[in-house]
């Protein structure tokens, strides 16, 4: 079982940055793809990004690319998304999830369902 505690959300105002932490408990997450993905309230969840196990291929939704960077530190066993030049659209719950079936990027990298680990999620709310 894996157990995920996301941080570093707030309020920021726009063009601001902040940086997302998501640490890993319970057993190691360093083989497996990790992804942020995002929820505006009235809206569906939507991917962000998504880094391989080793750290070297990602990928990003269009909406964020340029903007945010995701990363991770295995030896922490936590993924990173630093957010830069924010705006009010990039407010919404920011969870991380681990697909425990892949240790590389594919098509499916950007569908929620194929991940099997979540945490709570933590709140980002952009000020215009």
């Known amino acids: 079982q894996v157990h995920l505690i996301e941080s570093g959300g707030g309020l920021v105002q726009a063009g601001g940055s902040l940086r997302l932490a998501c640490a890993a408990s319970?057993?190691?997450?360093?083989?497996?793809?990790v992804a942020w993905f995002r929820q505006a309230p009235g809206k569906a969840q939507e991917f962000v990004a998504a880094?391989?196990?080793?750290?070297?291929?990602?990928t990003y939704a269009d909406l964020v690319k340029g903007r945010f960077t995701i990363s991770r530190d295995n030896a922490k066993n936590t993924v990173y998304l630093q957010m830069n030049s924010l705006n009010p659209d990039d407010t919404g719950v920011y969870s991380c999830?681990?697909?425990?079936?892949?240790?590389?990027?594919?098509?499916?990298?950007?569908?929620?369902?194929?991940?099997?680990?979540w945490g709570q999620g933590t709140q980002v709310t952009v000020s215009s």
């Open positions: 999830a681990v697909d425990h079936n892949n240790g590389d990027i594919t098509s499916a990298t950007l569908n929620y369902v194929e991940y099997e680990y």
């Open positions: 319970g057993r190691t997450v360093s083989s497996y793809v």
């Open positions: 880094i391989n196990w080793s750290g070297q291929s990602t």
